[in-house]
């Protein structure tokens, strides 16, 4: 299964409200990797446009190294 999260990361979107939803969207993620070995994670995140902000991946720690990345914004 493929499971593809959007983060909203328009500039009317506060900095706390920002590290909170990628908080959010890391334990979803990580329900996912515990659950099933086989599902696949990635991030868009949109403002204007949309943006492939973590390709697809069943690597947990690529992708905690990614979000991570993500909440410095």
């Given at each position: 299964?493929?499971?593809?999260?959007?983060?909203?990361?328009?500039?009317?979107?506060?900095?706390?409200?920002?590290?909170?939803?990628?908080?959010?969207?890391?334990?979803?993620?990580?329900t996912?990797?515990?659950?099933?070995?086989?599902?696949?994670?990635?991030?868009?995140?949109?403002?204007?446009?949309?943006?492939?902000?973590?390709p697809?991946?069943?690597?947990?720690?690529?992708?905690?190294?990614?979000?991570?990345?993500?909440?410095?914004?």
């Open positions: 299964m493929d499971v593809v999260l959007a983060l909203d990361a328009s500039g009317s979107v506060l900095k706390e409200n920002w590290i909170k939803s990628v908080e959010v969207a890391l334990g979803i993620a990580h996912f990797f515990i659950a099933n070995n086989q599902t696949r994670v990635g991030i868009i995140d949109f403002s204007a446009v949309a943006n492939e902000a973590i697809l991946t069943n690597d947990q720690q690529k992708f905690d190294g990614e979000i991570a990345k993500l909440k410095l914004r």
